[in-house]
């Protein structure tokens, strides 16, 4: 799991990254959460996802946003740390241009961000929202949405509502042509802090899934 450092819009920015087990391998980018709460690549909710695209042979990487840890520049309100992760996304890009497919992961802010990439980069075909915070932040830019993925939620989340993670939800299923699946974890708070091995099991399962269908 080597540190990289690799150009960003305000300067370096600072990652994690496996490469893929062979040139076409598929790719996957992990966003944390915020970084204003403390959120890093380390959060343990993004490290489980690296791990997990790992495990499966994507050319798997995660970063800190501007001003967290080594990463240079300051916190931009979601406007710079969207430039960011598009510039992380082109940096993997550049060690496997032959990429066969990629995803995007990310946790409560970073899922917000996460799927406003999804609809500037049409190469991602897959996508797992944790928490995304649709009662903080507006997520009317889907419209549409261009890939299937999973949304997961903590039905005990303190920090995003249910409520509104649903009324997303609804609205991104009566798309057609893309099918979002949504689990909720029984007890879950925002953190996930004792359901964790559910969490993941909802990752993996879907990933088996989309997986299986996607060769």
Same mark, same amino acid.
């Given at each position: ?11 370096? *920015? ?9 040139? $076409?391998?598929?790719?996957? !980018?992990?966003? @944390?959460? @915020?970084?204003?709460? #403390? ?9 489980? *996802? ?6 499966? #042979?994507?050319?798997? %990487?995660?970063?800190? &946003? ?12 979601? =406007?710079? /740390? %969207? ?5 992380? *996304? ?7 241009? /032959? ?7 990310? &946790?409560?802010? #970073? ?5 406003? *990439? !999804?609809?500037? $980069?049409? /190469? =991602? ?13 507006? &997520? ?36 057609? @042509? =893309? ?14 802090? @004792?359901?964790?091995?559910? !969490? ?16």
């Amino acid at each position: 799991m080597p540190e990289v450092i690799f150009p960003g819009p305000e300067g370096r *920015l600072e990652g994690r990254f496996n490469p893929g087990p062979r040139p $076409r391998a598929p790719v996957a !980018l992990i966003l @944390h959460p @915020h970084p204003q709460g #403390g959120g890093t690549m380390n959060n343990r909710i993004v490290q489980s *996802l690296y791990q997990t695209f790992v495990k499966r #042979g994507f050319a798997t %990487l995660r970063f800190n &946003f501007r001003g967290v840890g080594k990463s240079q520049g300051t916190f931009d309100n979601g =406007i710079g /740390e %969207l430039s960011d992760a598009a510039s992380a *996304l082109d940096w993997v890009q550049s060690i496997h241009p /032959e990429a066969q497919t990629t995803w995007i992961a990310g &946790f409560s802010f #970073g899922a917000w961000i996460g799927m406003q *990439l !999804l609809m500037r $980069r049409p /190469e =991602i075909k897959g996508f797992i929202s944790i928490a995304p915070p649709a009662n903080m932040y507006d &997520f009317t830019f889907l419209a549409p949405c261009p890939s299937s993925g999973i949304i997961i939620q903590g039905d005990s989340d303190e920090v995003v509502t249910p409520s509104a993670v649903q009324k997303l939800v609804d609205k991104l299923r009566t798309q057609r @042509h =893309i099918t979002i699946h949504h689990d909720v974890i029984p007890g879950a708070n925002h953190f996930f802090e @004792h359901e964790m091995p559910e !969490l993941m099991k909802s990752v993996d399962d879907y990933l088996d899934m989309r997986l299986a269908t996607d060769r």
